[in-house]
Structure formats: structure tokens, C-alpha cells
């Protein structure tokens, strides 16, 4: 099983620049989520799409769109890249089990490096 | 903001040792959850112990919850150099099954 797959794995962009960070889950998830973790911060929540056909803004949503494209599929948009949103952004899905949401784990893909000079 | 917290930042203990590493959180969750993370890859889901239960085990990993300190802690026993790797708490909140990250513990389990 593939599980989280995203791409690409590095990109190193210019200030300015637009990009879309690809997402794709083969588990039948019915959530996925967009982090970015920087040193020392953790992960913080960009966007979230509970189900096909919504997202949601989570605690950094500001520079980012999404699009859940079908069930399997997540983007992030970056629109006018900034050096701020240097990081490493994580793709995650959860969720079989429309009625235990609360109650079922994560699983992430290995992240896309993304540099903005 | 950061629901949960690691303590420590940082643990380097000779494999054989235990590794206790503790998780605060500051509001009422639904479940707690433990995430490894080796360098340069995603995270990886341990283990998940919910608000009405206390204790909970998985192999080599023992996981407490104690719901009125607001706090949890894992424990890996029986160390080994592959268990060198970040952990990090996840609370999750009432219904909602998005989750809040701590910004982890670096394991270092020397050989």
C-alpha cells in the first residue's frame, strides 16, 4: 500500500512564484489535513477537508488555498510564494468511519521541502 | 496555539533504559494521541488512549492518561537505537477529530 503519497518531495521556489503541492491517499480516508512544521513549532494546521466537497481553515490558513479535487486527491495552493512559508508541509488523512471521526489516527505522507528565496 | 507540550525537549539514554516522555495539555480532549517521526519523514501514528481510559499498552509502549493533571505520558521500554526519533502529543477535542500537535521530544537511544 502506497498510503500518503505526496509531491514533489523538494522545491525550491522564488519569492513570488505560485506552486501546488500534490496530495493523494489510496485508504479510503474520508478526511485530509495540510501541516507545515518548522523547527521548534511543531505542526500547525493549514487547511482541513472533513469529507469530499469541504475544507475548512485551520490555525495558519493565511498565503495557502486548498481544493479537494475527489475523494483521494488534497491540494495546497501557494499563490504569491513568501520566505515566510519556507517549511515542510505534510499531507495527512484519517477516517473510514464516518460515526468514530474523533477517534481514528492519522496517517501522513514524507513531506514536500519547499525553499522560497 | 499548542494544546499539548513534551517534556523534555531533549532525552539521550543508552539503549536497554526506559524513556519516559511526558505530554501537558490545557483543555478538556476527547482522545490523546503519540506520533514518531524519524528524521526526514512523516509522522507515524503509536498509539491513541482516549479521555475514559487510563492506561493503555502496545508492545514496547505504555501509555498514561491522567485527565484531571491534564497530562500523559509515554514510556518506551527495552530501548533500541531504532527508536532514536522525534515524539510528539496530538489532542483531539469533542467532536472535533482535528488535532493539536506538540512541538515533540527528540529520542536519542545510544548503542
Known amino acids: 500500500n502506497a498510503g500518503v503519497t505526496q509531491t514533489p518531495k523538494f522545491q525550491v521556489l522564488k519569492t513570488g512564484q505560485s506552486m501546488t503541492l500534490q496530495c493523494a491517499q489510496d485508504m479510503n480516508h474520508n478526511s485530509m489535513y495540510w501541516y507545515r512544521q518548522d523547527p521548534g513549532m511543531g505542526l500547525r494546521l493549514i487547511y482541513y477537508?472533513?469529507?469530499?466537497?469541504?475544507?475548512d481553515k485551520g490555525e495558519v490558513p493565511n498565503g495557502y488555498n486548498v481544493s479537494r479535487l475527489n475523494k483521494r486527491e488534497f491540494s495546497l495552493r501557494l499563490e504569491s510564494a513568501a520566505p515566510s512559508q519556507t517549511s515542510v508541509y505534510f499531507c495527512?488523512?484519517?477516517?473510514?468511519?464516518?460515526?468514530?471521526?474523533?477517534?481514528?489516527?492519522?496517517?501522513f505522507g514524507d513531506g514536500t521541502r519547499l525553499s522560497i528565496l | 496555539s499548542q494544546q499539548g507540550e513534551e517534556d523534555p525537549q531533549a532525552l539521550s539514554i543508552q539503549e536497554g533504559e526506559n524513556a519516559t516522555m511526558n505530554c501537558s495539555y490545557k483543555?478538556?480532549?476527547?482522545?490523546l494521541q503519540w506520533y514518531r517521526q524519524n528524521s526526514g519523514r512523516g509522522l507515524v501514528h503509536l498509539i491513541l488512549i482516549r479521555s475514559n481510559e487510563r492506561e493503555k499498552h502496545s508492545g514496547r509502549l505504555r501509555v498514561t492518561l491522567d485527565t484531571s493533571k491534564k497530562s500523559s505520558s509515554l514510556l518506551i521500554t527495552a530501548s533500541r537505537a531504532a527508536d532514536t526519533a522525534s515524539y510528539f502529543c496530538a489532542t483531539a477535542k469533542g467532536s472535533n477529530y482535528k488535532l493539536t500537535f506538540g512541538k515533540g521530544t527528540l529520542l536519542t537511544v545510544n548503542p
Open positions: 483543555t478538556s480532549i476527547n482522545n
Open positions: 477537508s472533513a469529507s469530499e466537497g469541504t475544507t
Open positions: 495527512a488523512s484519517s477516517g473510514t468511519d464516518r460515526t468514530k471521526l474523533s477517534n481514528q489516527p492519522q496517517h
